[in-house]
Nanobody, 121 residues
Framework: QVQLVESGGGLVQAGGSLRLSCAAS????????MGWFRQAPGKQRELVAV???????NYADSVKGRFTASRDNAKNTVFLQMNSLKPEDTAVYYC???????????????WGQGTQVTVSS
């Protein structure tokens, strides 16, 4: 009922920048929180950034001051601008959205397919 399409991952040198995008589509009535998680090999998936419907943001301590989450509510899209990238930022990045579906009550959680970010030293 809801599809998420991510884009923007890739290979970058340390100190470089990337911008991730995640567009949601389908039977969406409204979108609550939108966020980004990442999972490095052998590690658990961790929260990177979350942005509320009102635009409030929270970040993992490891990315504060380097990453910026934003959203375009008209396009149901969330972005993650990643600057000053470090090798330890290497991971698969997943977007996550919490939505209200047009024909159902309650909130539902959806994940993107993941996009690889690799930072070389």
């Amino acid at each position: 009922q809801v599809q998420l399409v991510e884009s923007g991952g890739g290979l970058v040198q340390a100190g470089g920048s990337l911008r991730l995008s995640c567009a949601a589509s389908g039977s969406i009535f409204s979108i609550d929180a939108m966020g980004w998680f990442r999972q490095a090999p052998g590690k658990q998936r961790e929260l990177v950034a979350v942005i509320s419907s009102g635009g409030s943001t929270n970040y993992a301590d490891s990315v504060k001051g380097r990453f910026t989450a934003s959203r375009d509510n008209a396009k149901n899209t969330v972005f993650l601008q990643m600057n000053s990238l470090k090798p330890e930022d290497t991971a698969v990045y997943y977007c996550n959205v919490v939505v209200r579906i047009a024909t159902m009550t309650g909130l539902y959680n959806y994940w993107g397919q993941g996009t690889q970010v690799t930072v070389s030293s």
